[in-house]
């Protein structure tokens, strides 16, 4: 835990880190309509001054002022939830920081950010474990949330799976018939963490920046809409992100990416064949007739995944082909 602390105040100490953060940022959102991050002036920014260009709003935490002007209330909490979500699940880089000082509404009620010394960074992997999780929550599968829990290595493999689906069922089921004021995601953490301490389950420091900005996006989205319920506003975008990365449609797309890649092998399969011919017809070196049924065995190893690939392929072709 000290250690990512460190490492976040580390990048908060050089602006240009910050500003590398804001441009990577401002590029993964460039398409989100309802969110922007302001452009980062290269030219007069240094380790120790941050440019970037004007913007112009109302502060989050003015709502007064946000309700005169016009703003959607309800739109706008649900904005921040969705748009930190998207940057966790889709980018796997996320503004961490979203206090509501750091976040404004321009005239076309367009959420704007400030202030990327602090982002949050998950790896494909931990990002697929963090979407079936909610997944199962937000669809009372506990058992495939314990699941995740021990393939993903943050519960021992020696407990006891129906165990810990009984207690994820013990958090997920009174969440059910509640009222939207009445659930809340930090409540929601923190008896996930007493229930999986039971289980021996180790903090995990890649996702300390991920739990403290759910609970502050929460805060944010509670404090522009009382009413606003995360797990409503979080389903359509978790639902997509499975849809577009372990739906079928990406399932056929990742094996026929897996097939294609194992095709290049097949020339040098060929030539370690041709070697292989000739050792057996007697060019080249004479080896033990025992040694010769070892290499053939290992060959036939070798090339086992690259025959199972080819069918793969070939059936997939069938596939396509029938489809369209």
Request: net charge negative; proline share 4%; charged share 20%.
């Amino acid at each position: 835990m000290v250690r990512t602390l460190a490492s976040s105040v580390a990048i908060e100490m050089d602006l240009r880190l910050e500003a590398a953060a804001a441009a990577q940022l401002r590029e993964n959102t460039a398409h989100d309509p309802d969110y922007r991050v302001p452009e980062v002036d290269w030219r007069r920014t240094g380790r120790r001054v941050l440019t970037t260009e004007r913007i112009t709003g109302l502060p989050v935490q003015n709502v007064a002022a946000l309700r005169a002007a016009g703003h959607d209330l309800a739109a706008l909490a649900t904005t921040v939830v969705q748009s930190f979500l998207r940057q966790a699940l889709r980018d796997g880089f996320f503004h961490a920081d979203l206090h509501q000082g750091n976040l404004f509404v321009d005239d076309d009620g367009v959420l704007v950010a400030i202030d990327f010394g602090i982002m949050g960074q998950l790896d494909t992997r931990s990002r697929r474990f963090l979407a079936e999780i909610l997944h199962g929550f937000l669809h009372a599968d506990y058992r495939r949330v314990a699941e995740v829990h021990i393939e993903a290595g943050y519960v021992p493999a020696d407990k006891s799976v129906e165990a810990f689906s009984l207690a994820c069922r013990s958090i997920g089921e009174p969440l059910a018939g509640q009222s939207a004021s009445e659930i809340s995601i930090g409540r929601f953490l923190a008896q996930l963490f007493q229930i999986t301490r039971t289980f021996d389950m180790h903090t995990q420091p890649q996702l300390l920046l991920l739990q403290k900005t759910m609970v502050m996006a929460e805060g944010m989205a509670l404090h522009l809409n009382p009413e606003a319920n995360l797990w409503e506003i979080a389903e359509p975008v978790v639902e997509q992100w499975m849809m577009d990365n372990l739906g079928p449609e990406a399932r056929l797309e990742q094996a026929l990416t897996t097939a294609l890649r194992s095709i290049r092998h097949i020339p040098a399969l060929f030539e370690q064949a041709e070697q292989a011919a000739r050792i057996l017809t007697g060019e080249g070196i004479k080896l033990h007739p025992d040694t010769l049924r070892h290499l053939a065995r290992e060959q036939a190893r070798a090339r086992r995944p690259y025959y199972l690939a080819l069918g793969a392929l070939g059936a997939l072709a069938g596939v396509l082909w029938l489809v369209f």
